[in-house]
């Protein structure tokens, strides 16, 4: 299973960017969701959304709700994060990662050491 995030960048306060993730060698069978979790300066990993396979239901953290919007292209097995109206809170390290249905909207849910283990992209937001 590797997962690749792309995408982060600089970015201005109130400008967007779009992350991408591309997956490949995943089992549908095993995971059912895909996430994008964050890990800013100084915190712990925090879990942003996550996104249904079956039928493409969204959830959000409510600190980007309203802003970001999960996606995805089952052409390619590839995900996307549009983040739209970014803060300074926003800046982190970027991750995708697989999820079960059971549990998948809290960093707990994951873990930890395989998400940090793969790529993430960095997100910085600034003036």
Excluded: H
């Amino acid at each position: 299973v590797q997962l690749v995030a792309s995408g982060g960048g600089l970015a201005q306060p109130g400008g967007s960017l779009k992350l991408s993730c591309a997956a490949s060698g995943l089992t549908w069978e095993r995971f059912s969701m895909i996430s994008w979790l964050r890990r800013a300066p100084g915190k712990d990993l925090e879990w942003v959304s996550s996104i249904r396979i079956e039928n493409s239901k969204t959830y959000y953290t409510d600190a980007v709700k309203g802003r970001f919007t999960i996606s995805k292209d089952n052409a390619d097995n590839t995900f996307y994060l549009q983040m739209n109206d970014l803060a300074s809170e926003d800046t982190a390290l970027y991750y995708c990662a697989t999820a079960v249905e059971g549990c998948f909207s809290g960093s707990w849910c994951y873990d930890r050491e395989t998400v940090l283990a793969g790529q993430g992209t960095q997100v910085t937001v600034s003036s």
